[in-house]
């Protein structure tokens, strides 16, 4: 294969992957295997073009600053190209893993910089790669711009395995603190950058730490407009950017002063999530667990709590989300179903009875 036929599949697949990663949602539903089996058969036509690519370069002569010596230099690249696939391979992880990164947050430096690494750290190895092979005779190979990026690049993949592999023994050795206090130190570092609700609701559940909970309730009142940015979240339905669930969880435990004004887009919320309800049924690698992410016990909670004077507004909404749970054909889910739709029909009956 000519050598800039193998650079051309080598970047079409890294836009490809880059494409099918920024489109892949956030949400905390799970991963689904789809995807997944995706982004692994990319990858690994990644590595191999990239291997070839790397022998066809060496041939050439272009790796001959490395070292005179040919075996040294062949272990080298050898090295050298698993530290940059292992970097790549861990920055598409990262990114499809991110939702899971409780304690991080892309309002800092550091964590944006990790959460798009699938972007940038390809680039590192495909613009080099690509100013050598299209240079027109220059000698780009025994400059910095060919040298810098590639060894950059390897010294990202080398602190990466170093840090997923020896950061815990660094940690049993040093133990400077408690790994409790430790995450609450970072917790708190990422609620006080925290530059809007969204990334803060999690941090208000009651499972984590109450000086914790206390720093996301305090810093959450500290925006004149969190209620707006709740209903608004509440009202937002779209598949790869939702938060009702969160909300849910908020207003199961914490009171609103304004609540009349989230009525309208509860009852919205209620309707996005039965149409998650049926996504989540056709997609045939999810499992009655992944319903639990839907919170709707929460959003039971959040109407007896926050809604109770307002509940008929919302009864067609839940009758409509009863049917649905109602109508799911797959056996697997037939036990989680039936305990939900006891739920909803106990939450109806009781305020029922209440308006008679």
């Known amino acids: 294969m000519h050598i800039k036929t193998t650079f051309i599949l080598l970047l079409s697949i890294y836009v490809i992957s880059v ?3 920024s489109l892949k949602s956030n949400g905390n539903v799970g991963h689904f295997s789809l995807p997944l089996i995706l982004m692994g058969f990319l990858f690994l036509s990644y590595s191999a073009l990239s291997v070839f690519l790397t022998i066809k370069i060496n041939k050439i002569g272009s790796f001959d600053w490395i070292s005179s010596n040919p075996s040294i230099r062949n272990i080298a690249l050898f090295f050298g190209m698993m530290a940059i696939l292992y970097a790549f391979f861990n920055a598409i992880m990262i990114k499809l893993d991110w939702s899971t990164y409780q304690y991080q947050s892309i309002a800092k430096v550091k964590d944006l910089m990790a959460y ?9 190895m ?5 100013l050598f092979i299209y240079q027109n005779g ?3 190979h025994t400059g910095l711009s060919f040298r810098l990026p590639l060894m950059l690049n390897v010294f990202i993949g080398c602190a990466l395995y170093m840090y997923f592999n020896f950061d815990f023994l660094k940690y049993i050795i040093t133990r400077p603190q408690s790994e409790e206090l430790y995450h609450n130190k970072q917790t708190l570092e990422n609620i006080h950058n925290c530059k809007k609700v969204t990334d803060i609701l999690y941090y208000t559940r009651v499972s984590n730490e109450k000086v914790v909970v206390d720093s996301a309730m305090t810093k959450i009142k500290s925006f004149p407009d969190w209620e707006k940015q709740l209903s608004d979240l509440l009202g937002n339905c779209h598949p790869a950017d939702y938060y009702w669930p969160e909300v849910y969880h908020f207003l199961s435990t914490y009171s609103v002063e304004n609540i009349q004004t989230m009525v309208e887009p509860f009852g919205e ?3 996005c999530l039965t149409v998650m309800v049926t996504n989540l049924v056709d997609n045939e690698a999810t499992s009655p667990n992944d319903l639990n992410s839907l919170n709707l016990d929460k959003m039971l909670s959040s109407i007896e709590y926050q809604f109770s004077d307002h509940y008929m507004q919302f009864d067609n909404q839940l009758v409509l989300l009863s049917k649905a749970l109602l109508e799911v054909k797959r056996n697997d889910f037939r036990e989680k179903t039936g305990e939900l739709v006891k739920a909803i029909e106990l939450c109806r009956k009781k305020f029922i009875e209440i308006e008679k």
């Not at 798009?116 to 590192?124: D, E, N, Q, R, S």
């Not at 495909?126 to 690509?130: A, D, S």
């Open 19 to 21: 494409i099918i990663n």
């Open 116 to 124: 798009t690494a699938y972007i940038w750290v390809p680039l590192l």
């Open 126 to 130: 495909i613009i080099p790669f690509g």
């Open 138 to 140: 220059s000698p780009i």
């Open 269 to 271: 919320s209620i309707t």
